[in-house]
């Protein structure tokens, strides 16, 4: 929106005074000629990515736009400005589901970034659903997408501020129906140029994994290692393992660091392998060429390729994955081989499934099949 836009954080409600062209009809979804008309309009919205998931948008707090016609009654009674933005503005939520890391970034900054990007950091962020963690947590990324400190929308209702814009962006776009992922329907941008922002935001300087030759220091392989569910039971078995194959091998524990802690270790490493999970989010910050190797529980092949498999084509990297079968998972200590949970796990509703697939499966690796996985993703480097 271009004009007179007032945000009313009392009353939930964007208030645009419409200018005398045709443009902000449109936005609302009427074709009407703005000079024609009289009547006030209105709508309300969720400035969330995630729109196709009707549980991720019921965390999501709903606004009101309200677009008001200076000839109208209502442009007498609309709140006095109490703070005046010159820069444009792009307001999002930070609710639904953004808390997980994998969706952080999927629902949150890859959107937030095709969306800001244009305006070459002269654009303020405002925030509404607000958590003071994950905004500390993406700070460098918000900083590198605006030279100016976010506003807290959430707050201002406390505080009684009207903030008053020229220029404002409602929601993030981007995101289409792609996992981890731009649209190229939506946007030029692509995930090459979200990772190289990423690269220069955190001053990672490895840009490409490194090829396996005898005379080069040993390929960096790091193992993810998860707390509670989809955890591996053996990882030192697996690094031993590794380590024999010519690897130096990290074991890392992803929620026990900090973003720019995570973007340096990533980038550091030529493989990483990891059980399906929101931890393999991580592999954004990979040198391109790098290997990506999933380990695969049971029933969750599905989701294991729309969230991991399918984004590391647009990011230039390798991929290869490693399905467990039942003696894998430690679903077999309580389950016998031929129950439901192994032969027909779809036949199960969501939160069944999601319990016991996603919430009470650990895997231990068969090192003697899992090995020419590893064997592979030497290959893949040198190649």
């Not at 999927?106 to 659903?129: K, N, Y």
Request: proline share 5%; glycine share 6%.
């Amino acid at each position: 929106m271009v004009g007179d836009i007032r945000i009313d954080p009392d009353a939930t409600t964007v208030y645009y005074v419409i200018p005398p062209k045709t443009d902000a009809i449109l936005i609302a979804g009427d074709d009407t000629d703005n000079t024609t008309t009289t009547t006030s309009s209105s709508w309300t919205i969720k400035p969330y990515a995630r729109t196709d998931d009707a549980s991720a948008m019921a965390l999501v707090s709903e606004w009101s736009v309200k677009m008001v016609s200076p000839a109208g009654n209502d442009h007498q009674h609309l709140p006095n400005c109490t703070q005046v933005h010159d820069p444009p503005g792009v307001f999002f939520s930070l609710g639904g589901y953004s808390g997980n890391h994998y969706h952080g970034f999927a629902d949150v900054l890859i959107p937030l970034f095709v969306t800001s990007r244009p305006f070459d950091r002269q654009v303020e962020l405002l925030v509404i659903d607000t958590q003071p963690w994950m905004v500390n947590k993406v700070k460098t990324i918000m900083q590198a997408l605006s030279r100016y400190d976010e506003v807290d929308i959430d707050r201002s209702k406390q505080d009684g501020k009207i903030h008053c814009f020229s220029r404002l962006v409602i929601g993030l776009k981007g995101r289409g129906r792609k996992e981890l992922g731009i649209s190229p329907l939506e946007t030029d941008y692509t995930m090459k140029d979200f990772r190289q922002f990423l690269r220069s935001s955190y001053s990672l300087r490895k840009t490409r994994a490194i090829k396996k030759n005898p005379m080069m220091n040993n390929p960096q392989l790091i193992i993810i290692s998860r707390k509670g569910s989809r955890a591996f039971t053996n990882v030192n078995e697996i690094a031993g393992m590794a380590t024999k194959l010519g690897y130096y091998v990290k074991v890392v524990e992803p929620d026990d660091k900090t973003m720019s802690e995570s973007a340096e270790m990533m980038n550091s490493c030529d493989v990483v392998v990891g059980v399906h999970g929101a931890g393999l989010t991580n592999m954004v910050f990979l040198p391109d060429n790098a290997v990506v190797v999933q380990v695969i529980p049971l029933a969750l092949d599905w989701s294991a390729k729309i969230y991991y498999e399918e984004p590391t084509k647009e990011m230039n990297l390798r991929y290869l994955q490693y399905k467990i079968k039942k003696e894998e998972s430690s679903l077999i200590g309580r389950y016998s081989p031929d129950h439901v949970v192994f032969t027909t796990p779809w036949s199960f509703k969501w939160e069944e499934f999601r319990s016991i697939y996603m919430q009470n499966q650990n895997v231990t690796v068969d090192l003697r099949r899992f090995r020419p996985t590893l064997v592979k993703a030497l290959e893949l480097l040198h190649d």
